[in-house]
Protein backbone atom coordinates (compact mmCIF):
# COMPACT_ATOMS: atom_id res chain seq x y z
CA UNK A 1 0.00 0.00 0.00
CA UNK A 2 1.39 3.38 -0.64
CA UNK A 3 0.35 6.87 0.41
CA UNK A 4 1.06 10.92 -0.74
CA UNK A 5 2.54 13.04 1.57
CA UNK A 6 0.63 16.18 1.22
CA UNK A 7 2.12 19.95 0.90
CA UNK A 8 2.05 20.17 4.93
CA UNK A 9 3.23 16.68 5.78
CA UNK A 10 -0.19 14.77 6.18
CA UNK A 11 -0.26 11.74 5.08
CA UNK A 12 -3.72 9.49 5.01
CA UNK A 13 -3.52 5.80 6.27
CA UNK A 14 -5.48 3.13 3.82
CA UNK A 15 -8.55 2.27 5.31
CA UNK A 16 -7.80 -1.23 5.22
CA UNK A 17 -4.54 -0.79 7.84
CA UNK A 18 -6.99 1.47 9.45
CA UNK A 19 -9.75 -0.92 9.94
CA UNK A 20 -7.05 -3.97 10.37
CA UNK A 21 -5.13 -1.97 13.15
CA UNK A 22 -8.01 -0.64 15.28
CA UNK A 23 -6.88 3.17 14.28
CA UNK A 24 -9.68 5.26 14.65
CA UNK A 25 -10.34 9.46 15.01
CA UNK A 26 -8.46 10.67 18.00
CA UNK A 27 -5.94 7.64 18.27
CA UNK A 28 -2.55 8.70 18.95
CA UNK A 29 0.36 7.17 16.95
CA UNK A 30 4.27 7.61 18.14
CA UNK A 31 6.67 7.89 15.20
CA UNK A 32 10.34 6.89 15.25
CA UNK A 33 13.22 6.23 12.61
CA UNK A 34 14.53 2.58 12.43
CA UNK A 35 17.38 1.74 9.77
CA UNK A 36 15.78 4.61 7.66
CA UNK A 37 12.46 3.75 7.79
CA UNK A 38 9.58 5.41 9.22
CA UNK A 39 7.39 3.34 12.36
CA UNK A 40 4.01 4.23 13.66
CA UNK A 41 2.59 2.72 16.24
CA UNK A 42 -0.26 3.26 18.54
CA UNK A 43 0.45 5.02 21.34
CA UNK A 44 -0.05 3.10 24.82
CA UNK A 45 -3.82 3.47 26.24
CA UNK A 46 -4.45 4.76 29.72
CA UNK A 47 -2.60 2.25 32.61
CA UNK A 48 -4.92 -0.49 34.22
CA UNK A 49 -5.97 1.89 36.71
CA UNK A 50 -7.13 4.52 34.93
CA UNK A 51 -9.70 2.85 33.17
CA UNK A 52 -11.85 2.16 36.13
CA UNK A 53 -11.44 5.91 37.81
CA UNK A 54 -14.83 7.02 38.40
CA UNK A 55 -16.45 3.89 37.87
CA UNK A 56 -17.24 4.20 41.74
CA UNK A 57 -19.67 6.65 41.25
CA UNK A 58 -19.38 9.78 42.94
CA UNK A 59 -21.81 9.10 45.63
CA UNK A 60 -19.24 7.00 48.00
CA UNK A 61 -16.54 8.26 49.73
CA UNK A 62 -12.68 6.26 48.57
CA UNK A 63 -12.26 5.53 52.07
CA UNK A 64 -15.81 4.41 52.65
CA UNK A 65 -15.53 1.84 49.82
CA UNK A 66 -12.17 0.77 51.00
CA UNK A 67 -13.86 -0.14 54.59
CA UNK A 68 -16.12 -1.84 52.91
CA UNK A 69 -14.11 -3.91 50.36
CA UNK A 70 -11.84 -4.97 53.66
CA UNK A 71 -15.19 -6.12 55.54
CA UNK A 72 -14.79 -3.55 58.18
CA UNK A 73 -17.70 -1.91 57.18
Do not use: C, H
Not at 21 to 50: C, H, Q, Y
Amino acid sequence: MKAVVAERGQVTIPKRLRERLGIRPGTVLEFREEADKLIAKKAETAGALDRWYGSLGRRRRTDDVLRELRGES
